[in-house]
């Protein structure tokens, strides 16, 4: 499948959570994952091998529920005579109620957000590495950081440009700017270079 910049930046980084865990949100298939799945559309390419492999099993799971769905729907209490059996319509009828009411009760998917960020030091003699782990070390509920890389911008000053998945309920990106920036030894200023919706 043919994917934009801002659709490789999401494979890389969800491929790199994968890699340690088996889905999205706990050790099942969510609502989560269906929402993921649904969002990148087609199975993602063999060089994204966990992401591939954990979108081929949301899709067999997905089927299951489907199949069943199906199921429910034959009508079992379908006659041909013109008299209504009130039994089987109290029955179905409950089982109306009973489908809807689980539907209700569904937990609503977790909106995420990748983003990527430019961390800009002081100068060329700004130790990198620390700065890269002073960064990763930002623990906040909800942040995932991703991949990284230090990208050149001239005066052999380099960036580091990092990527992460925030929860948007539970992370605001001032705060997490504002806990960079407070860095200040390494950091010099933070700007959000990209940010897609998952």
Request: glycine share 4%; proline share 3%.
């Amino acid at each position: 499948m043919s994917v934009s910049l801002e659709q490789s930046l999401a494979l890389h980084i969800i491929d790199a959570y994968l890699a340690e865990h088996k889905y999205i949100e706990s050790d099942k298939a969510t609502a989560a994952d269906a929402t993921v799945a649904k969002a990148l559309g087609a199975a993602p390419a063999a060089e994204f091998a966990h992401a591939a492999k954990w979108f081929a099993e949301v899709n067999k799971e997905a089927a299951a529920p489907a199949a069943e769905a199906d199921e429910d729907d034959i009508d079992l209490f379908g006659s041909d005579d013109e008299e209504v059996d009130e039994e089987a319509e109290k029955i179905k009828a409950a089982r109306v109620a009973e489908y809807n009411a689980r539907k209700a009760n569904k937990p609503k998917p977790t909106a995420k957000t990748t983003v990527t960020l430019d961390v800009k030091p002081w100068d060329d003699e700004t130790n990198m590495d620390e700065l890269t782990q002073g960064v990763k070390a930002i623990a906040m509920d909800g942040l995932l950081w991703g991949g990284h890389q230090l990208v050149a911008i001239g005066f052999g000053i380099k960036k580091l440009q990092i990527n992460c998945v925030v929860e948007d309920d539970k992370v605001s990106m001032d705060d997490l700017t504002e806990q960079i920036e407070a860095l200040e030894d390494y950091v010099q200023s933070v700007d959000v270079a990209a940010m897609q919706k998952i």
